[in-house]
């Protein structure tokens, strides 16, 4: 019962003396308040760099190269290495061979600008884009798939000229209510060929594309991509691959174990590495990258954390300081407690729940600001996205995650500085002589 009698009297307090009250607690507002804006960014962060990963998928490996130093521990050759030296074509023929296509090496190029006839015989304009099928695996974030299917490495072996097309191209070119798979499109393509294509895949176009566009851009006027096979843009435009020396390797099966899968790329290009004189071979992964990207952002919110936290302490001498007027105001309320009987720990107790009180509403009101201030800053957030990267703006989702640990600990920590910066205060007022106090004028 005591207890609750001493938490209506701290709240009685805090009313009776609001502005003073709301001062003394500015410190652990503003100082809890930091610490949750802080946390939060750091977990919106965390979560739409996540998001933005998932775009391109989450089944990447990448290989990188560590150089071998000569005799002497130098690099003196590092400006002269040939592309011989580095991943060669016959090094993913014998991958796909090995793991019998298990992982898809990730190739784009492109053939530029072409014109569409319409069923209208109205003309279209289109950008034709080949993939393989890791690369197409690499786009789905971006290239939703609506209906059919999309290009694959089967398609670039068979050298067939198969094309993806957006909603937005179905629109132009077809009636409406006309399945466009299995129809063919001629697309006159600048500087090369008049060929054919047939559909076998439609995906939506993100809304955002429209951004791009000048105001007023009507339907026909908008120039969209066509996904053809990555083999059939070289067979098209008559140039030799490339090798990419520093690859993007995708698995097929999006359900795969991440350590395995790395383990078995690693033996892999160990072994076509053997006796390069140059590299040694290094596989990172996509799950590398997010847990690395996680830890960074780990340590950068703990440290600015810590940084804000340090107004906790500034806050606390100001509950203490105020707590010690407030005791010095009431000595006479404290000498006739006494004089009637009340013992000095309840004393104590009553002025110690007073600091707690006042230190837990301020982190109450810090704990909410701050989780405004996250929610202003997501929305802050997604406005400079959509100005800054207009075409994944839609496919992005900025998670404002408050972080419940942080929370707890915030009011955990606001319990402590109570207690702290308390029980000096609360101690002189047990210890006060009860006929010296009702002296006290």
Same mark, same amino acid.
């Given at each position: ?12 307090? &805090? ?7 709301? @001062?003394t ?15 939060? %960014? ?12 998932? @775009?391109?998928? !989450? ?11 000569? =005799? ?9 290495i040939g592309?011989e ?6 090094m ?8 019998d296509?298990?992982?898809l ?10 014109? #569409? ?5 109205q003309?279209?304009? +289109? ?26 490495d ?24 006309t399945?466009?798979?299995g129809?063919?499109?001629s ?57 990419d ?18 383990? =078995? ?10 006796? !390069? ?17 996680d830890?960074?952002?780990?340590v ?11 107004? &906790?302490? #500034?806050?606390?001498i ?24 009340a013992?000095?720990?309840? %004393?104590? !107790?009553?002025?110690?729940i ?8 301020? *982190?109450?009101?810090?704990i909410? @600001?701050?989780? +405004?201030?996250?929610i ?8 400079? @996205?959509?100005? +800054? ?22 009011? +955990?920590?606001?319990?402590?500085? *109570?207690?702290?910066f *308390?029980?000096y ?8 002589n009860?006929?010296?106090?009702l002296?006290?004028?």
């Amino acid at each position: 019962m005591f207890i609750f009698e001493n938490i209506r009297l701290a709240f009685g307090a &805090l009313i009776n003396n609001k502005l003073r009250s709301l @001062l003394t607690m500015l410190g652990i507002i503003i100082g809890i308040s930091s610490v949750i804006t802080i946390t939060t %960014i750091g977990n919106s962060l965390k979560a739409t760099m996540n998001n933005v990963m998932l @775009l391109n998928g !989450n089944n990447g490996f990448y290989l990188r190269y560590s150089l071998k130093p000569d =005799e002497n521990g130098e690099y003196p050759y590092r400006a002269s290495i040939g592309d011989e030296y580095y991943v060669t074509q016959e090094m993913f023929d014998k991958l796909d061979e090995e793991f019998d296509g298990k992982y898809l090496v990730v190739k784009e190029d492109s053939l530029g600008g072409g014109t #569409v006839r319409t069923s209208k015989n109205q003309r279209v304009s +289109v950008g034709l884009v080949g993939y393989s099928e890791g690369a197409m695996q690499s786009q789905k974030g971006f290239m939703r798939l609506i209906k059919g299917r999309y290009v694959n490495d089967e398609d670039s072996k068979q050298h067939k000229h198969a094309c993806v097309v957006s909603d937005i191209f179905v629109q132009q070119n077809f009636q409406d209510g006309t399945d466009p798979i299995g129809k063919s499109v001629s697309v006159d393509i600048a500087g090369l060929c008049s060929t054919e294509f047939v559909i076998v895949g439609v995906f939506q176009l993100p809304a955002s594309y429209d951004k791009t566009l000048d105001p007023g851009t009507k339907l026909m006027d908008r120039t969209t991509p066509v996904i053809i096979p990555y083999q059939t843009v070289i067979d098209l435009s008559g140039k030799k691959p490339e090798v990419d020396r520093y690859p993007q390797i995708n698995v097929r099966d999006e359900n795969f174990d991440n350590l395995a899968c790395k383990a =078995e790329l690693q033996n892999f290009f160990n072994e076509q590495f053997a006796n !390069n004189q140059y590299f040694e071979p290094i596989i990172y992964s996509d799950q590398d990258d997010k847990k690395e990207n996680d830890m960074i952002m780990n340590v950068i919110t703990i440290i600015i954390s810590i940084i804000a936290a340090i107004s &906790l302490i #500034v806050g606390g001498i100001g509950v203490m300081n105020i707590m010690l007027v407030s005791i010095t105001e009431r000595t006479r309320e404290i000498g006739v407690r006494k004089a009637i009987g009340a013992q000095s720990k309840t %004393i104590r !107790n009553q002025f110690l729940i007073e600091a707690i009180i006042m230190c837990i509403t301020g *982190g109450g009101i810090g704990i909410i @600001l701050g989780i +405004v201030n996250g929610i202003v800053i997501g929305a802050v957030g997604t406005k400079v @996205l959509y100005s +800054v990267y207009p075409l994944i703006a839609d496919l992005v989702t900025i998670n404002v995650r408050p972080s419940l640990f942080a929370i707890i600990l915030s009011l +955990v920590f606001s319990v402590l500085i *109570g207690v702290f910066f *308390g029980t000096y205060p609360a101690s002189k007022a047990a210890k006060m002589n009860p006929i010296d106090a009702l002296r006290y004028e």
